[in-house]
Nanobody, 121 residues
């Protein structure tokens, strides 16, 4: 019974910034990796950025230098600071957490409902 709740999406002009946040709640024993994925209309879901429990981050080439991911292990949160936004960043953004719900549970991917990011030209 894990829940991921995203916030921070919206409409922004090209060159602007948005900050996405995600909070994991419910039955959580430990969280391995948290991150953000996005899906634009007619396209497959793609990785945007992920971060390990130790703080090591990995970014898609298309967002390197513009986006920054961070997490707070104590609060079970992950955030994505998005700067210099481009129209091609327009997509539904999904929070992801790879976690173990209980001590007897296997690692499993959980997903949020998604938050829309729209970047106008």
């Amino acid at each position: 019974q894990v829940r991921l709740e995203e916030s921070g999406g919206g409409l922004v002009q090209a060159g602007g910034s948005l900050r996405l946040s995600c909070v994991a709640s419910g039955s959580i024993f430990s969280i391995n990796v948290m991150g953000w994925y996005r899906q634009a209309p007619g396209k497959q879901r793609e990785l945007v950025a992920v971060i390990t429990s130790g703080g090591r981050a990995n970014y898609a080439d298309s967002v390197k230098g513009r986006f920054t991911i961070d997490r707070d292990n104590a609060k079970n949160t992950v955030s994505l600071q998005m700067n210099s936004l481009k129209p091609e960043d327009t997509a539904v953004h999904y929070c992801n957490a790879n976690l173990r719900a209980t001590v007897i549970s296997a690692l499993y991917d959980y997903w949020g409902q998604g938050t829309q990011v729209t970047v106008s030209s």
